[in-house]
């Protein structure tokens, strides 16, 4: 399972640059069972399209690249 969660953590370093030129962030939290569990920070925890940022970017994102995950869920701060 550490595995999964540090091939989840190298994947969102490719796409931590495009939420900080927003002014936000990601944090990952934990994965457990395929499902991958983040909490959005500045200007992202507040954003109206912090869901579609989550699902059409970083679930995308992360089902392409790690094998495993299921879904992305955030956790509000």
Do not use: F, W, Y
Not at 29 to 39: I, L, N, P, Y
Request: overall charge negative; proline content about 4%.
């Amino acid at each position: 399972m550490a595995e999964l969660q540090e091939q989840v953590e190298t994947a969102l370093k490719d796409i931590r640059p495009a939420l900080q030129a927003d002014g936000g962030d990601i944090e990952l939290v934990e994965v457990v069972d395929g499902v991958v569990k983040v909490r959005l920070q500045g200007a992202c925890a507040g954003c109206p399209m912090s869901q579609m940022t989550l699902t059409h970017g970083v679930e995308r994102h992360l089902k392409n690249v790690v094998p495993g995950v299921e879904r992305v869920e955030n956790l509000a701060s």
